[in-house]
């Protein structure tokens, strides 16, 4: 096996280990002295009521992003069934946010489920390259709707940015998103590349991931918001900006469930709240949000390869 074959084979892996490798480092360079009994009393710290908010949060995120794939397929013009795409989505998400490199890791477990309903490999990859525009549209979205309404968002992570910068970035965010809208609006004439066909998504498809990707996102963020103290609390379009760039760098990362570089954003991103409060809220999220679906997804893929085994014989 060639060098090249080799980088092609392990590069991502070895990118997302030392990825790990440096957010722990700089994670355990910020928490050190954090005490284990300080984390134990965070935890205890909250409510019944707001652990029940979190997890009602929790199934609010993974029912938007089943939106993702059923607006892909009404985009291709594919029917599946409803219960049979809530599955699929569920379990595409829950193991790729987990291991990592998630469009490439998605894009196998979509391959494998929506290939049995019959969709071609050009469609699937179609689908997954929607699913992703709508939760980037989604994130350009909501970060410009956050610069704007709180524009000291931006210093929080580029010291001595002004408000009014922020502020700017933000209405420019918004003006790109309104240009995709305008697009649709306008019906521009679609991208073709060699057997791909890019066209733009209908006005009304359009209008629903307006809807779907932001609401996705405003659940996932709304757990970590619940689970944090009222005690400093900056308030929920803050943690939701420094979400929105703490789950980025993580999907980025090609780090397994973005390990230590979520936490790394979100302790420097609340510098007021008490670093024990910030990551209690934080393993609540990875326990709600990756590991519990996680745990639920290897379910779901040993019952379906059992019945499609059967089904074979």
């Given amino acids: 096996m060639g060098d090249e074959a080799i980088i092609r084979k392990y590069g991502w ?11 722990v480092w700089f994670l355990y360079k910020e928490l050190r002295g954090l005490s284990l009994d300080a984390l134990g009393d965070s935890l205890k710290a909250i409510s019944a ?28 013009g594919r029917r599946v069934n409803g219960w049979f795409i809530m599955l699929t989505s569920f379990t595409t998400y829950a193991l790729s946010h987990n291991l ?9 477990i979509r391959y494998r489920a929506y290939s049995s309903k019959g969709l071609s490999a050009i469609q699937i990859g179609q689908l997954v390259a929607f699913c992703s525009f709508t939760f980037a549209f989604g994130t350009i979205l909501l970060s410009g709707i956050t610069l704007v ?20 970035a933000g209405i420019a965010v918004l003006l790109l998103t309104a240009a995709y809208v305008y697009g649709s609006w ?17 006005l009304r498809t359009v209008m629903l991931q307006l809807i779907i990707g932001p609401a996705e996102l405003i659940a996932a963020a709304a757990i970590i918001y619940f689970a944090l103290p009222a005690a400093g609390n900056p308030g929920f379009f803050i943690v939701l900006g420094i979400f929105l760039m703490s789950f980025s760098a993580a999907l980025l990362s090609t780090a397994p469930g973005g390990l230590g570089v979520l936490e790394l954003v979100f302790v420097n991103g609340l510098p007021e709240m008490d670093k024990p409060d910030v990551l209690a809220a934080l393993i609540v999220f990875r326990l709600l949000y990756l590991i519990i679906p996680f745990a639920l997804s290897l379910i779901v893929v040993l019952v379906f390869e059992k019945r499609s085994l059967s089904a074979g014989r």
């Avoid at 990592?100 to 196998?108: I, L, M, Q, T, Y």
């Avoid at 309404?149 to 700017?168: A, D, K, M, Q, W």
């Avoid at 306008?186 to 209908?202: H, Q, S, T, W």
């Fill in 13 to 23: 892996s070895v990118l997302g280990l030392a990825v790990v490798a440096i957010s």
């Fill in 49 to 76: 009521m707001h652990w029940c908010l979190a997890v009602l949060s929790a199934l609010g995120a993974y029912v938007a992003l089943a939106g993702y794939d059923a607006l892909a397929l009404g985009y291709l």
């Fill in 100 to 108: 990592g490199a998630s469009v490439f890791s998605g894009s196998v």
């Fill in 149 to 168: 309404l709180e524009p000291s968002l931006g210093e929080r992570f580029i010291e001595g940015l002004s408000p009014e910068v922020s502020r700017g």
């Fill in 186 to 202: 306008r019906g521009f004439r679609p991208l073709v590349l060699g057997p791909i066909r890019i066209a733009y998504p209908n």
